[in-house]
Structure formats: structure tokens, C-alpha cells
């Protein structure tokens, strides 16, 4: 047995917990237990600098009892700990607050999963299996691009920072109403921080990653590209303020997506804490804009089959035409508000393409444009909308003859409203990557203000 994953010892200590807290005073309980084993390889200029290796295990109790609710969790699993455990946070219980709105999810929305846990082709059990100390410090030296590189007149390498890590992660959710969920996850990743030295002694750092739940479709060649985006940036500065399209690429596109998920959210609507409060079945949006949940992307990290409830995923429309489709809303804030119950959160915003290659879009393009590779702080406001980040990436402009002239900039602003932003896409292109949580491709917008 693996040791990342849950045992049938483990299994069976929750399962006799549920039934524990069900005789000795709880009307209704929700038991999550999760596990997850992390080994992590970290290099510093072709040398191997630390080792990791973190396990943990948790059980948290959902504790319904006389109308009142409590969550508590342990990393023991030990039948008369636990036992123990559970009698005492009972009385706890009982001394809160009573809220009507607490309660399981209604058996038919909740998933019925293989309960082997190895849903959606996201475990590479075999593979994680076969890892051994030597084997991770070999892939991660291997990886390595420090020693390789020929000398440049240009600018020194200063640092190659690396770090292989393989993990396992397993999640087992039941409830005194008959759900039984169950969810087992590999993931292989290898990441790289770049510094190099121009040569007048400014630095300028660059990483980039790669991660996929099989190892055999893990890419370790990723020194090269950090390489190559830090050299990139030498002689950045800032470019004049002004209103330009911008080209934002698919390295960091979901930055600007995730607020806007954030605001679909049923906590934050409730609280009236969003931007996107009363717009479900509006359009706010333009009719170019879909964005769809596919929590069911066989072999991509961010897929699930359930949510935190053991509620069923399904995939649809988050936004469609423009139109709101979906909030998230779990069954409390349901309750309390009367807003359908869907699921806690999205499991995979994809934003439907519009077009093919953003150099297909900036093809028609004239005059200056600014295309931006990275984000450098910065923050959004949960009611208004309004944003404002430190970005950086390149100022680009067609010459003659159509040939374009690229110039690093940094140090620039961009700063509006997320509606207003969204509102003025030009393009969502075809080129997600498939590594990262959100398929977000490369985005093109008209008439972002830029200040430097």
C-alpha cells in the first residue's frame, strides 16, 4: 500500500466513527478524511540543496446536532481517541448557537463515484509506486540546465533554482444520509527560478513549470525556456501611459479570470460582498463570452467528480453568451437565501476560444500594443470591481514592412474595472495550456489604460 494513501484500517476507523457519532447524540454528521504525501527534490546550480518529504493526514467532523452545527478535526485514528474526540465536540455543539439553515445535501445530488478513488484518469499509481530517493534526485540533476550552458557575452548566469516534487493525495467523504465519495490524485511537477546579470550588473529572474498527474508526460525540459524569458527582460523599463490593447498571455491569463469566479461565489453574493450581486440570467457580459466548468477533463489537474459536500459535479455554463448562468452556492447558503444549491466552488473555468493563435488576432493590429507575461502584485475589490496590477511583459508595434518590434517593459500599471475589461475582449485564443487548473488562452483586450 502506498503510504500517501488512505489504508482500509484508515477507511474503516472513519466509517466506525460515523456510526459513533450517530448513536451518542449527533442527528446528522459529515466525515472528510484526507491524506497526502509530498516528496520534494530541490536543486541550486546543479547540485542538489534540500530534500523534503511531508506527510499529513486529517478527519474533520460536519456535527449536526439539536439544530446546531459544529466542524472539528484530528489527525488521530485511534478508535478510543476518537471516540473521545467526538463526545467532547458533541457537548460543544450543544452549547452554540442553534441555525435552522445547517444540513446534509439531499441524497440525490450527491455523487456515486468508483469508490476505488481513481476517477477521471488523474492517479498514475503505478508510476508514483516506482519513485525511490535516487530516482527523484536523479530526474531532478538531470533536469538541470546550470552547468550546460555555454558562456554569452550578453549577461552571466547568476542562479538555477530547481525543484522536483511527485505527491499523492486521497480525499474520503461520508455521511450519516448514505454518501460515500471517494477521490485519489498523483501529481509530478518540476519548476525552475532563473537569475541572470546583464552586463552592467542588473538582474533579472524568470521561472516557469510544468506539472501533469502521469510522469511519463511531464516535461523536465524547462531550464532552457526560464532561460530565455529572463534574457528576455534585459533593458526593460516602462513605456508612456496610455489606453493599448493588451496581450495577455496564457502564462498568467487566469489572474485576471479568477475575481471574477470569486464573485460568483454564494458566500460572497449573500454577504454582498460581489460585484456580481442580482446579475444570475443577466447579461453584464459580451456575446463572444462563454465560460464553461468541466470538472470531468479526464487526466487534468482541478477535475473532481464531487465538491467538499460529496455533491456531484457537472459540467455547463458559467457564463454563456455573455449571460450569468451559475453561482456557486453549497447547501447552507442555499437555505439561508434560496438560491439553488450547485456546487462549493468551480472545479475547471475553461473560456471558450474565439479565435486560433494570438498572432493570427495582432496580425490586423496597427500602431502599439503591449503584451503582458507576468504580474507583479497588485489587487482587485470584491464589490466594485475595480482593479489595479503591476505587470510586465513586452511593448510591441508593427514596422514597416509589417515586421514587429518588441521592447521588455516593467514597472507598468494597468488599472479599470473587471466588467469594463471584460466587456472590451477582444479575443479569447486557442492556446490554454493544459498544466494549469483553468484553461484560459491567451487573451486580447482593446483599450487597457496603462500607466508607467
Known amino acids: 500500500m502506498t503510504e500517501g494513501r488512505l489504508t482500509y484500517e484508515e477507511i474503516q476507523a472513519a466509517d466506525k466513527a460515523l456510526s ?18 509530498m516528496d520534494m527534490t530541490g536543486i541550486l546550480n546543479g547540485r542538489v540543496d534540500k530534500v523534503t518529504h511531508c506527510l499529513d493526514r486529517a478527519i474533520t467532523f460536519s456535527l449536526f446536532v439539536d439544530g446546531r452545527f459544529g466542524t472539528f478535526s484530528s489527525n488521530r485514528l485511534d478508535e478510543k481517541a476518537l471516540e473521545k474526540f467526538i463526545l467532547k465536540a458533541i457537548g460543544t455543539v450543544r452549547m452554540l448557537a442553534k441555525d435552522k439553515f445547517r444540513d ?3 441524497q440525490e445530488r450527491v455523487a456515486r463515484p468508483d469508490l476505488s478513488g481513481e476517477n477521471l484518469g488523474l492517479c498514475d499509481i503505478e508510476a508514483y509506486e516506482s519513485m525511490t530517493p535516487a530516482k527523484r534526485r536523479a530526474f531532478a540533476l538531470d533536469s538541470s540546465r546550470y552547468k550546460k550552458w555555454p558562456a554569452n557575452p550578453d549577461y552571466k548566469v547568476i542562479s538555477e533554482e530547481g525543484e522536483y516534487s511527485d505527491s499523492i493525495s486521497d480525499i474520503y467523504i461520508i455521511d450519516t444520509a448514505g454518501t460515500r465519495c471517494r477521490q485519489t490524485e498523483t501529481s509530478f511537477e518540476y519548476g525552475v527560478e532563473v537569475t541572470i546579470a546583464d552586463s552592467k550588473g542588473n538582474r533579472f529572474s524568470a521561472n516557469t513549470w510544468d506539472a501533469n498527474p502521469h510522469f511519463a508526460l511531464l516535461h523536465k525540459d ?17 513605456c508612456k501611459s496610455g489606453r493599448y490593447p493588451m496581450v495577455l498571455s496564457n502564462i498568467c491569463s487566469s489572474r485576471l479570470l479568477t475575481p471574477m469566479l470569486t464573485a460568483l461565489g454564494g458566500y460572497a453574493i449573500q454577504q454582498k460582498n460581489s460585484f456580481m450581486v442580482d446579475t444570475l440570467g443577466k447579461k453584464i457580459l459580451p456575446d463572444y463570452l462563454t465560460i464553461m466548468d468541466r470538472p470531468h477533463m479526464e487526466g487534468c489537474s482541478g477535475a473532481r467528480l464531487f465538491d467538499s459536500e460529496g455533491v456531484a459535479t457537472e459540467e455547463g455554463p458559467v457564463i454563456e453568451a455573455g449571460v450569468v448562468k451559475k453561482y456557486f452556492v453549497n447547501t447552507y447558503i442555499s437555505n439561508k437565501t434560496g438560491m439553488k444549491a450547485t456546487v462549493d466552488d468551480i472545479s475547471k473555468a475553461c473560456v471558450v476560444p ?3 493563435k494570438p498572432d493570427e488576432v495582432t496580425a490586423n493590429f496597427d500602431g502599439t500594443w503591449i503584451e503582458v507575461n507576468g504580474f507583479n502584485g497588485g489587487n482587485c475589490n470584491s464589490v466594485t470591481g475595480d482593479f489595479s496590477y503591476g505587470v510586465e511583459g513586452f511593448v510591441a508595434k508593427r514596422a514597416a514592412g509589417g515586421r514587429i518590434i518588441r521592447k521588455p517593459v516593467k514597472e507598468m500599471l494597468i488599472t479599470g474595472n473587471l466588467l469594463e475589461l471584460w466587456n472590451n475582449l477582444e479575443a479569447a ?15 486580447i483586450f482593446r483599450d487597457v489604460d496603462f500607466s508607467g
Open 429 to 443: 485564443c486557442d492556446d490554454a495550456l493544459r498544466k494549469n487548473t483553468h484553461q484560459v488562452g491567451t487573451l
Open 20 to 37: 459513533f457519532a450517530a448513536a451518542n447524540g449527533a442527528d446528522k454528521c459529515r466525515i472528510t478524511l484526507t491524506k497526502s504525501l
Open 104 to 106: 446534509l445535501p439531499p
Open 222 to 238: 524547462v531550464s532552457d525556456e526560464a532561460l530565455k524569458m529572463a534574457v528576455a527582460k534585459i533593458g526593460s523599463k516602462a
Open 354 to 356: 474565439t479565435a486560433g
